[in-house]
């Protein structure tokens, strides 16, 4: 029997053997060289134009098959419980409560049903408020052949189901693979060379190696990632000596901004495989980690921020001000540190997708407006910080408008109020 | 949060709780999982801490009334069926009622909805809104923003006019009816998806 298995052995070991070298050949010719030197055959574009087409032509056949069968196409947009009619301001709201009534008297009064407003308000906020929904993962819009929301796939047709077999086979057959090789060699690159450059002991050549190691490095794993980056209005690319400000979205923001440019990270310190990529990128060039629970690392921190920036040989710092991951749909509250340091910043907006529209004045605005996003005044620190109570008071003086009226704040002096009661009810004005 | 697979079998109950409050099961659903979510130590029951972790709610004048109706009174926590059952009172009321379950009022019916609102300013449940307890929300409503005499004269001017019998305290009844033209229906629904 031996002599029968031996040439099918070797053939196979051969055939192996073959595959696998022109495979690694392929991924070095197309994929790590031009991640190198920083060129791109754009194949990422390709890939995402058929894919496009693929999801259109799926949703296509989808809506024909829902409304052949009479049914809904069930979208799932909103991962919202309620249905939260456009906010009208207190005052309207209270008006329409009072209804018809109202309208004779001359001046407003409190109402027994005004607690309708807070009362409905208060419940709305317990079934489902826009602070948690924010930090929940984005349900995508259209189904995407590989569904991600929790509704069982339903068979549409026969087309449809060998497309997403054949979606599978790709996926897992191909693309997997290709990226995880990618991923692989780009860390480990980055973990080898970086150290290496760290041991050298000319300080210019230093920074210029490494800021040549970094990007090749970020350009593999953003080949990794099959990421399009689009960057706009370069000729405000962040400089020497500045704060680079921008929205967090997915850890992975950090790869893509510093595959334009070299960033000097603020971050905190993590362990495991993160944590040693942190120890040796800080070998080749400056990067702040820090602790975050620790309160006296935070005026460190500061302090590192400002004595860095006051460097204008060092690379631009990268910060994400919002300190925590959203799920893009809109920009948090910024919190002021990095505002204090008073350096020049550097605002970038990244978004999904989309190409950017605008830019304003104001740093927030300005990244809401760029990215199209909804600008919020939630503080993102509110996953896990305590509330202020600052904003009920605007909830109550709102209201007191309502009740009391504008002319309140020219009678303060006067009392001519009290003598508006006085005359209407004599002996109304009891004091207890 | 995510793409947890619960289903209507994990909720104890589910079909008396259905039966009870009316609502449908993909409502009870989407409400059991906020019910977990708000649940953060996983105990099965809220406490009041639970509610107050809510930025909305905490922003909210009366935010700790409403957190308060959540449980009965000398109870410290609230668990799944009491939780539904006391936001049954918030869904729209049904137009054409022709179930024919046992012959108690709905938790969404008109007078339900008014009970509820009623025990936001009545907190010591005695059935009636003192002229103390009236000067309480008023306070919360407003806070600092008025002064103390004018918040006098408005709960003042608000027990005059509902108070009917002369008591000096709203009672139901009265509430009612100072209330007679208020769309409440609609006023305290809150439309739920799906």
């Known amino acids: 029997m031996s002599w029968f298995t031996l040439p099918v052995d070797n053939l196979l070991c051969r055939c192996l053997g073959i595959s696998i070298t022109v495979w690694l ?3 070095f010719v197309f994929i790590i060289v031009p991640a190198v030197l920083g060129v791109s055959f754009g194949m990422r574009r390709l890939y995402m134009r058929t894919l496009l087409m693929i999801f259109e032509w799926a949703m296509l056949r989808m809506e024909m098959g829902a409304k052949e069968k009479n049914q809904e196409l069930y979208k799932p947009y909103s991962n919202g419980i309620i249905a939260k009619e456009p906010p009208a301001s207190l005052q309207q709201e209270i008006q329409e409560l009072r209804g018809s009534s109202s309208c004779l008297r001359s001046e407003p009064e409190f109402e027994m049903a005004d607690i309708f407003y807070f009362c409905r308000r208060g419940v709305e906020s317990i079934v489902d408020d826009e602070v948690t929904k924010r930090f929940s993962a984005q349900e995508l819009e259209s189904w995407n052949l590989l569904t991600r929301s929790n509704y069982n796939f339903r068979h549409i047709s026969l087309r449809l189901t060998v497309l997403w077999g054949l979606g599978v086979l790709i996926r897992y057959g191909v693309l ?17 060379l970086t150290t290496l450059v760290g041991c050298l002991p000319n300080r210019e050549l230093r920074s210029y190696l490494s800021e040549k190691v970094h990007l090749m490095c970020y350009r593999i794993c953003v080949r990794a990632l099959t990421a399009i980056i689009t960057y706009h209005n370069r000729e405000n690319k962040p400089q020497n000596g500045g704060i680079c400000v921008a929205n967090h979205t997915t850890p992975i923001d950090v790869i893509i901004l510093a595959n334009d440019g070299c960033y000097s990270l603020v971050g905190q310190v993590h362990g495991g495989l993160m944590g040693m990529i942190q120890r040796a990128m800080v070998k080749s060039s400056p990067h702040i980690w820090f602790e975050r629970s620790e309160v006296k690392d935070r005026h460190l921190v500061a302090k590192r921020l400002g004595d860095h920036v006051a460097d204008k040989t060092k690379q631009p710092i990268l910060v994400f001000p919002e300190g925590t991951c959203i799920n893009n749909t809109s920009v948090m509250m910024f919190k002021k540190g990095s505002f204090e340091i008073g350096c ?3 605002p970038v907006a990244i978004k999904e997708g989309e190409d950017a529209v605008q830019f304003a004045n104001r740093v927030k605005a ?22 202020k109570d600052a904003f009920k008071e605007e909830q109550q003086k709102l209201y007191s408008k309502v009740l009391v009226g504008q002319q309140d704040q020219e009678d303060q002096e006067d009392h001519s109020d009290d003598k508006h009661f006085e005359d209407e ?6 004091k207890n | 949060m995510g793409s947890s697979s619960s289903s209507i079998d994990n909720i104890p109950n589910a079909q008396e709780i259905m039966q009870e409050t009316g609502f449908s099961a993909a409502h009870l659903l989407r ?3 906020r019910f977990q979510f708000l649940d953060r130590d996983q105990t099965g029951k809220l406490r009041p801490e639970d509610f107050g972790a809510l930025r909305e709610l905490a922003m909210n004048p009366i935010g700790d009334r409403i957190i308060g109706a959540f449980f009965s009174p000398g109870q410290e926590t609230v668990d799944f069926p009491s939780f539904v059952r006391i936001l049954a009172h918030f869904r729209p009321t049904d137009s054409n009622r022709t179930r024919e379950g046992p012959q108690q009022e709905p938790a969404n ?17 005695d059935g009636k809104i003192s002229r103390a307890e009236l000067l309480q929300v008023l306070r919360a409503m407003l806070g600092l923003q008025v002064t103390e005499e004018q918040l006098q004269s408005i709960a003042e001017r608000a027990i005059q006019e509902a108070d009917l019998d002369k008591d000096d305290a709203i009672s139901f009844d009265e509430f009612r009816k100072s209330l007679e033209k208020v769309n409440i229906e609609h006023k305290m629904s809150i439309r739920f998806l799906r």
């Open chain 1, 366 to 387: 300005a990244i809401a407006a760029q990215g199209g996003l909804v600008d919020l005044i939630w503080d993102g620190g509110l996953k896990r910080a305590k509330v």
């Open chain 2, 109 to 125: 019916s008109r007078t339900r909805k008014l009970k509820f609102a009623f025990q936001l300013y009545d907190q010591d449940r």
């Open chain 1, 425 to 430: 009810n004599p002996d109304a004005h009891k």
């Open chain 1, 25 to 27: 050949t392929l991924l």
């Open chain 1, 344 to 346: 020049t910043v550097y």
């Open chain 2, 31 to 33: 409400l059991y999982e």
């Open chain 1, 176 to 192: 997997l693979p290709l990226r995880v090789t990618l991923a692989v060699t780009g860390i480990s690159l980055l973990l080898v």
